[in-house]
């Protein structure tokens, strides 16, 4: 990803400034979300694989699993350094 150069702060209007400012939250927003939703990914996919690996497939999801994909989906990032082992 690329910033472009801000402009001469100077020669900008307070509402233009003010302008900027929202716009550049609302990107830092953006990304936060998108950040969010691919650390919920790589959680659910650390899971899958530490589910594998444990060899405890049970062919379908246990209480645990739905906890902690609540949580993923809820923000909550869980410990993800006890799942890599």
């Known amino acids: 990803m690329e910033l472009e150069p801000l402009p001469e702060l100077g020669s900008l209007s307070d509402a233009e400034l003010k302008a900027l400012i929202g716009e550049l939250k609302e990107r830092e927003m953006e990304l936060s979300m998108q950040r969010r939703a691919l650390h919920g990914r790589i959680d659910i996919l650390r899971g899958e694989l530490v589910r594998r690996l444990s060899a405890k497939d049970e ?14 989906l809820a923000g909550r ?7 890599e082992g």
Not at 59 to 72: F, H, K, R, T, Y
Not at 77 to 83: A, E, F, W, Y
């Open 77 to 83: 990032i869980p410990d993800i350094g006890r799942l």
């Open 59 to 72: 062919g379908e999801l246990s209480v645990l699993d739905l906890d902690q994909l609540a949580n993923i």
